[in-house]
């Protein structure tokens, strides 16, 4: 390989990281909805680019669970029925538990700390939209002292294929879903702070139980 093509190969790495953060938060804020198709010339477009790093940067949102390839057709955003919701939510109930143990033996105070900000934050009062990112941001970071990348990126896979129906559901959801919520987070966090993982499992398993119940409750929300 010249020196010219180590660059183009380089650049265009570049381009797909640059690609995938950007359709990323686009997509996990709902900017594009589930079934929403994503074209390779209209992207490439957007970000001044060839096809080539906008094929890549569907592949690594594929990978994390929010697009899927579709061959000679670009991508689109996975669509979830019901059945498929449920069963994702029952697959965390099993294995975020595990996450939250195996990270705990590693997590400093300064990750437990910044939960508590986090929590706080939520505890003031968000709109749907900052609610998901302090949530996000408070579970992701109990997570931060797991050393299996497989746990954690099957864990962030899962979180993403939901994301759309956990804002859904949130914009339906009251206040009282809400004192629920801050309630359990609590649970979480002293259980955090004390390191205890038998505690933190349970609290969490039922955190994730209690969600999937109410998120399943309401059909309307899903396809098929």
Same mark, same amino acid.
């Given at each position: 390989m010249t020196v010219s093509a180590d660059v183009s190969a380089a650049t265009e790495a570049v381009s797909?990281?640059? &690609? =995938? *953060? =950007?359709?990323?938060?686009? &997509? !996990?804020?709902?900017?594009?909805?589930p079934?929403?198709?994503?074209?390779? #010339?209209?992207?490439?477009?957007?970000?001044?680019?060839?096809?080539i790093p906008v094929r890549e940067a569907f592949r690594i949102l594929e990978t994390e669970g929010l697009t899927e $390839?579709?061959?000679?057709?670009?991508?689109?955003?996975?669509? !979830?029925?019901?059945?498929? $919701?449920?069963?994702?939510? %029952?697959m965390r109930e099993r294995l975020e538990p595990l996450t939250?143990?195996?990270? !705990?033996?590693?997590?400093? @105070?300064? +990750?437990? #700390?910044h939960m508590e900000a986090v929590q706080e934050q939520i505890e003031r009062g968000v709109d749907v939209a900052g609610f998901l990112a302090l949530?996000? @941001?408070? +579970?992701?970071?109990?997570?931060?002292? /797991?050393?299996?990348?497989?746990?954690?990126?099957? *864990?962030?896979?899962?979180?993403?294929?939901?994301q759309h129906y956990r804002r859904a559901f949130m914009q339906l959801a009251g206040d009282d879903r809400m004192v629920i919520?801050?309630?359990?987070?609590?649970?979480? !966090?002293?259980? /955090?702070? %004390?390191? @205890?993982?038998? @505690? =933190?499992?349970?609290?969490?398993?039922? +955190?994730i139980r209690r969600t999937r119940v109410a998120l399943t409750s309401h059909p309307e929300l899903f396809d098929g």
């Open positions: 797909s990281q640059r &690609i =995938a *953060t =950007a359709l990323r938060e686009a &997509i !996990l804020a709902g900017e594009y909805r079934g929403e198709r994503l074209f390779q #010339d209209v992207v490439a477009e957007q970000f001044g680019t060839s096809r $390839v579709l061959p000679n057709r670009g991508a689109r955003v996975p669509s !979830l029925d019901l059945y498929e $919701v449920n069963t994702y939510y %029952r939250l143990a195996e990270s !705990l033996v590693h997590l400093t @105070d300064e +990750h437990v #700390d949530d996000r @941001d408070f +579970h992701m970071t109990s997570y931060a002292g /797991c050393r299996s990348e497989q746990l954690l990126s099957t *864990t962030v896979r899962l979180w993403n294929a939901t919520v801050n309630a359990e987070h609590r649970l979480l !966090l002293d259980a /955090c702070r %004390r390191r @205890d993982a038998e @505690d =933190a499992e349970r609290f969490l398993e039922g +955190h």
